[in-house]
């Protein structure tokens, strides 16, 4: 499987739209300057197995989707075999974040810690949900839970030591 550690997913194929070859991506950037025309990015498949370089030919914001129309892709066949790819582009060319601000991938692997200093499990994945961001996390048992990556409950985080000092809410983490 390819090395994705040096790679940050901004979007992914949901649907053709239209009949010229355009991509409805769903954005998982807040930077929509990402999805510019002539930008490089690199295309993964579902289970990570295949990559594609390509270039954005075009894009523009269609409701809280992007079209983009890619170079070389040209009819909506060619966007349909594609669909759930992801849209990906170097770490190097990710923005700079400011103060408080994470990339999503930077909170995998971080344990959650309790006032009591007690390791309330380790952070499988961090994606976008209905109501925001939130956090998959395994417990030393191996159960799942999740929590919302939300400031009243995640106080702080430490990406040298690893560790996000929470306060959870009570039973969050229960069976």
Request: charged share 35%; with cysteine.
């Amino acid at each position: 499987m390819p090395d994705t550690s040096k790679r940050i997913a901004v979007g992914v194929i949901r649907k053709a739209h239209g009949v010229r070859g355009e991509a409805s991506v769903e954005p998982w950037t807040d930077s929509p300057d990402r999805f510019e025309a002539d930008a490089k990015i690199i295309l993964v498949s579902p289970d990570g197995r295949e990559t594609r370089n390509g270039q954005i030919e075009s894009a523009r914001t269609h409701g809280d989707r992007v079209l983009i129309k890619f170079k070389g892709i040209e009819t909506p066949e060619d966007v349909q075999r594609l669909r759930g790819w992801t849209i990906e582009i170097p770490e190097a060319e990710a923005r700079s974040l400011g103060a408080g601000e994470y990339f999503l991938h930077d909170l995998t692997g971080l344990h959650l810690i309790d006032a009591q200093g007690h390791d309330r499990g380790e952070i499988l994945e961090a994606y976008e949900g209905g109501g925001g961001v939130l956090l998959n996390v395994r417990r030393r048992d191996g159960k799942e839970y999740e929590v919302p990556f939300a400031q009243e409950i995640c106080k702080e985080i430490d990406l040298k030591k690893k560790t996000i000092a929470v306060e959870l809410p009570e039973g969050i983490d229960e069976d």
